[in-house]
């Protein structure tokens, strides 16, 4: 597989239930992000990962749990989640340009989740 | 904080005309610009990242602009086509850091 792929695409939780979101990039880059995207919002940045050290959390709720092994992949684990937690979940990466600032970044299709 | 703004937030226009969408942030200190572009439910696609040393960049049909002091970008699309309909995205990373700040997107519609 190339470029940046998520799994599950669709995912249906009850608000009590543990799951996790999986992000792997294929691209060889350094950097990896979660946004958030709910609907008439702005996309929103939620974590960064810069050599699967933690560089930015955006003040999100300890509910979502981000996860980063290795450079190639990024988890993010959901519990206890509320129904305004429903939303498209995106993954990103990217790699450092030559000026030391970001390069272009490439998204995964996204995972849709909806909370009960 | 930087903020990013894209004017029209919806655009219909009849296919074969030319467009352009506007994308304008509050701090001007930035690496680079990046335009998406997202089909319903779908990810993002980069289309074309102008880094802050350059006016413009091209890309078969689209252009993008960047004039950093005044802080605004448009894209301008040639010869629309029904399957250019999506929403477009502006994007800048965040001053000193990686991190990218978006708009909310001009939702464009080319009617056949």
């Known amino acids: 597989e190339t470029g940046v792929t998520q799994t599950p695409r669709h995912l249906v939780m009850g608000m009590t239930n543990k799951k996790s979101l999986k992000c792997e990039q294929h691209?060889?880059?350094?950097?990896m992000y979660w946004y958030k995207q709910s609907a008439k919002k702005p996309l929103e940045l939620m974590f960064v990962?810069?050599?699967?050290?933690?560089?930015e959390n955006n003040s999100v709720p300890s509910r979502f749990s981000p996860e980063c092994p290795n450079s190639s992949h990024l988890f993010l684990h959901l519990h206890t989640l509320q129904p305004e937690d429903s939303a498209l979940y995106l993954c990103?990466?990217?790699?450092?340009?030559?000026?030391?600032?970001?390069?272009?970044?490439?998204f995964g299709p996204g995972t849709r989740l909806t909370v009960l | 904080k930087q903020e990013v703004t894209q004017i029209p937030a919806a655009l219909s226009v009849p296919e074969g005309e030319n467009l352009v969408l506007n994308c304008s942030f509050t701090?001007?200190?930035?690496?680079?610009l990046q335009w998406f572009r997202q089909d319903p439910g779908k990810g993002l696609t980069s289309l074309l990242l102008?880094?802050?040393?350059?006016r413009e960049q091209t890309s078969g049909r689209l252009n993008a602009s960047l004039d950093k002091s005044s802080g605004r970008s448009t894209l301008y699309i040639a010869a629309s086509q029904p399957g250019d309909s999506a929403t477009y995205l502006c994007?800048?990373?965040?001053?000193?850091?990686?991190?990218?700040?978006f708009g909310k997107g001009t939702r464009l519609s080319v009617i056949a």
């Open positions: 990103a990466s990217s790699q450092t340009g030559t000026s030391g600032g970001p390069d272009t970044q490439y």
């Open positions: 691209l060889g880059h350094n950097a």
């Open positions: 990962y810069n050599f699967k050290e933690q560089t």
């Open positions: 701090d001007s200190a930035i690496y680079n």
């Open positions: 102008i880094q802050s040393s350059q």
């Open positions: 994007a800048v990373p965040v001053p000193g850091n990686t991190p990218l700040v």
